[in-house]
């Protein structure tokens, strides 16, 4: 009998010696112990912030541009820009550290967010001032969306970024799709109280270049974030640290990052972002302005010009499709460039304006192929062919091309060669 009570004393102690370890650890991770003693709480093997294993090794690419665009390729001239790895990506979201950047002119400001504000003022009754704090007071939602360039896709990128990697991450790594939390927009401007006649809103960021983007206020009052949250952590700063604003399905120019001021208008004050470059030509030579949401999209991310095929037998087709009209219904494979479809299998949850994850059994039989994939959303319209996409928009889809460098969302394909060599067969 006391063997077995020394023996319960012992186990408790270690248990409690153990517990005190674990918290230790914890606070210690969590930043809430400071001081010179807390990396001594931290046990060995772990870090403070945790970091991925030194095995792994996939990470963001740089948009690199070199000498003259080939003639009627636009330069990029947002900057900087870097290039999310989508031919290692699994499931649909996008760790917040490989979240693709796109930033107009200028590096992440180095914000503090006890002293950030938040502005909404012009047709309002009541204009306001919110700090990080009154936000998140309030009443939040927690959604999953992709973001996208504009740009996303297009052969201009192509022509135009001389970086290093694979042509599936610096031509179609514009995108990503992450876990948001913030405010919606509407309850903040239902605060102010909008006034009769107000049809625009005008958001603008802190950031040197000081990015504003007009939005009609239909889509403010919809499903727009005010965003604090990605990914369940406070948004990184090249992301828009402590603030931004998250147009669900729009293009990512209207996802204004650093986000200070919001003005209620009753028009669009025409920003510089909205009279150059982000505008479609048309055949009679005008342009479209505010062209603003998203097609249709979906990409193979397996087998890419990133992998080798080490010889014939039995593979899983990957992908992901999206659309800014809602969610994806159905995505079709093709292995035989397009004379035959077949219907792709969904792998997780399929959310509007979200990520989905596709993927299809294929037995390659060795000879060369072309794969591709194509998704209709759920209104109904599916993602064009390369000579559909020119006729929609009325343009010369001709290598180079000179008129497709935003929304270009054409079926894109991989030339799979004998040798299991992987290119890009966009045009082939």
Known sequence: MNSKRASRRRFLKNGAALASLTVGALRSASGQTPGPETPAAVPKGYQPYGQRSHFESSTRTTFHAEGTPPPGVAPFQSWPAVFNPLQDSVGIITPSSLHYVV??????????????????????????????????????????????????????????????????????????????????????????????????????????????????????????????????????????????????????????????????????????????????????????????????KSIITFPSDAHRLPGPGFYQIKGLAWSGAGAVRRVEV?????????????????????HSRFRLDWNWNGEETLIQSRCTDDQGVMQPTLAEFGKLRGVDVRVPPPNVSNHFNPIHSWKVARDGSVQYGLFS
């Open 103 to 296: 930033s107009t002119g200028s590096v992440p400001p180095d914000i503090d967010p006890r002293q950030h504000r938040l502005l909404i003022h012009g047709m309002v009754d009541r204009p306001l001032i919110f700090t990080l704090e009154e936000l998140k007071r309030l009443p939040f939602v927690t959604r999953i969306h992709f973001l996208e360039c504009a740009g996303d896709g297009s052969p201009n990128v192509l022509l135009t970024n001389k970086g290093e990697g694979p042509i599936i991450q610096r031509v179609m790594g514009f995108t990503s799709c992450s876990e948001w939390t913030g405010v919606l927009l509407s309850l903040l401007l239902r605060e102010a109280g909008v006034q009769t006649g107000a049809k625009w809103i005008s958001a603008e960021g802190a950031e040197t270049a000081k990015h504003a983007k007009s939005i009609p206020l239909d889509k403010a009052m919809d499903d727009v974030i005010v965003a604090y949250g990605q990914n369940g952590e406070a948004v990184r700063p090249d992301n828009g640290y402590p603030l931004r604003l998250l147009v669900p399905g729009w293009e990512g120019i209207n996802n204004v990052k650093w986000l200070r001021r919001i003005q209620v208008m009753d028009q669009p004050p025409m920003h510089s972002r909205e009279t150059n470059g982000y505008n479609s030509p048309r055949a009679d030579g005008s342009k479209r302005w505010f062209q603003f949401q998203m097609g249709p």
């Open 334 to 354: 093709s292995t035989d460039g397009g004379r035959t479809w077949n219907d792709a299998e969904f792998q997780g949850p399929v959310l509007p304006k979200a």
